[in-house]
């Protein structure tokens, strides 16, 4: 299979290329992805520049079925999607379907946004005037994607930038390329005009950084790591672009004594675990107070140790492989620093199993204070730590000792304490006896802190980034 990049409605191939490799079996090669550079690129911006003014005057019915067309084929092809997602990112089957469901309801919530455009009309303070505040599409818009949600995020980014009227460069991640294409294919099809949307492959500091450096695009809406996301902001700036970013978490998950222990349990497993860890809401800093924090940590490790590892193609797996080889020895590095650090490793072991894969054990690190580096920074795996409360002021306070403010999380039977939670977490999302990660695809998602930058992502919310507010006078 090779993914080209699309251009002007033409498909590309570009010289180079660079293989998609299966984590649950290296063995197992999906493709080739094109590997663009600075002028594949100018031309898709070019593109997407002359195909932005007809897109914007295209009327909300024409992008309705535009995007009711995409939404469509994606939910029926689930299953098929859902593989390929598995295959090349290494989540469980049940996951991989999860998400390709999950970017086909995306695009069908905002085909209904294309028909739901409002604006206001406001009597003006001067006499006879009338005043009406619309919403304009921004222009080109680009879109630069990780590989851990590789079909959601890019649909939850391409959906509204279509809905609200604008044209989009996406440049996908690296290690991602099959569903990103496989996206693209669809939208090919949509009966979207050529030009509207373009896909350019490649490496993030080469076609990435000259998408956000071209003076042609008016927008960037990045999810990635901070420091990438950092130099993006700095060179949004410096040229005027609206700018949105999605980056990492530490999310804490705080247990109270008062917690119905199976459901905590759960939430921290599925927090912490599924999808190997590799959510940026993924629960990393268990917060238990005293009282329960010891048959906590014994239930915890009994579960997390039952989870079935292995390819994430197999039925009955629980947790699949690390994305790569790279990201796998940053979790190996992680546990060694916490135990350098004096935390309690548990589990983490690299297994070897009967195909070739980036496979780990999950872990938990317990006895760890909040000042070790294993509560500071992000480790993007199946990695927990445990952190020992006095009481629910306590955990409050070490729950918001964070750089990051993305999702924090509650177990309680207590309302009060709950409804305190949910007003004095520093996080812009708060989950009350849930996982921290797990999220409905039809309201605002975004952090507060060093964890996100600029509007909100998804549901009506998503209009802020994606138009601009335009107030029009007028005397009859
Ligand atoms: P991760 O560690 O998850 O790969 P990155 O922030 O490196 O996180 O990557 C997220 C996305 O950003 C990818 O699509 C990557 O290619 C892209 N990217 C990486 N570096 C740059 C850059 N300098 N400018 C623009 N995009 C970049």
């Known amino acids: ?42 031309r898709a911006i070019s593109s997407a520049k002359a195909a932005a003014p007809g897109w914007a005057g295209a009327t909300p019915q024409a992008r309705f079925d535009v995007l009711d067309f995409i939404g469509s084929e994606i939910l029926a092809r689930k299953a098929e999607l859902g593989q390929l997602l598995s295959r090349e990112e290494g989540k469980t089957l049940p996951e991989g379907i999860g998400e390709a469901a ?6 069908k919530f905002f085909a209904g946004e294309c028909l739901r455009q409002t604006g206001d009309r406001l009597a003006s303070v001067r006499p006879g005037v009338e005043v009406d505040v619309t919403r304009a599409p921004v222009g080109v818009v680009g879109l630069i994607t990780p590989w851990n949600f590789p079909i959601a995020i890019p649909a939850w980014k391409i959906a509204p930038a279509l809905a609200y009227g604008n044209a989009v460069v996406l440049k996908p991640a690296e290690l991602t390329p099959g569903c990103a294409w496989a996206l693209a294919e669809i939208i090919s099809r949509s009966g979207l005009p050529e030009g509207v949307f373009n896909l350019i492959f490649g490496q993030g500091s080469v076609v990435g950084q000259h ?44 247990v109270l004594d008062d917690a119905d222990l199976d459901l905590a ?10 999808s190997t860890g590799q959510r940026c809401t993924a629960s990393s800093r268990l917060i238990v107070t005293e009282g329960v924090h010891d048959r906590f940590v014994a239930v915890l490790t009994a579960a997390m140790q039952g989870l079935r590892v292995g390819n994430a193609l197999e039925s009955g797996i629980q947790m699949g492989p690390v994305v790569d080889g790279h990201q796998l020895d940053q979790n190996l590095s992680y546990l060694q620093v916490a135990a350098q650090e004096g935390g309690k490793v548990i589990g983490g072991e690299r297994l070897s199993l009967e195909q070739e894969g980036f496979y780990m054990a999950p872990a938990l690190v317990t006895e760890t204070s909040n000042e070790m580096r294993i509560n500071q920074e992000e480790v993007f795996g199946p990695v927990a730590s445990v952190l020992r409360a006095r009481d629910y002021e306590e955990a409050l306070s070490l729950a918001n000792d964070s750089d990051f403010g993305l999702s924090a999380g509650i177990c309680t039977t207590s309302l009060k304490r709950a409804s305190h939670f949910k007003a004095n977490a520093e996080a812009g999302m708060v989950m009350v006896n849930l996982p921290t990660a797990g999220v409905d695809y039809h309201v605002p998602f975004g952090g507060t802190k060093g964890s996100s930058y600029g509007a909100r992502e998804q549901g009506s919310y998503a209009a802020e980034f994606y138009t601009r507010v335009k107030t029009a006078y007028t005397l009859p």
């Open 102 to 107: 999950r970017a086909g309801q995306i695009f």
């Open 265 to 274: 349990v759960e939430a921290c497993l599925n927090g912490a675990f599924y």
């Open 1 to 42: 299979m090779d993914y080209k990049n699309l251009i002007a409605g033409s498909w590309e191939a570009t010289t180079e290329a660079r293989p998609n490799v299966n984590p649950s079996d290296t063995g197992d090669i999906l493709g080739q992805a094109a590997l663009g550079g600075t002028a594949d690129m100018d």
């Open 211 to 254: 998408l956000v450096e071209h003076s042609d695009v008016d927008a960037i809406s990045f999810t990635g790591s901070v420091p990438t996301g950092r130099g993006i902001a700095v060179s949004c700036a410096q040229s005027m672009k609206k700018v949105q970013l999605e980056m990492g978490g530490k999310n804490p998950m705080v």
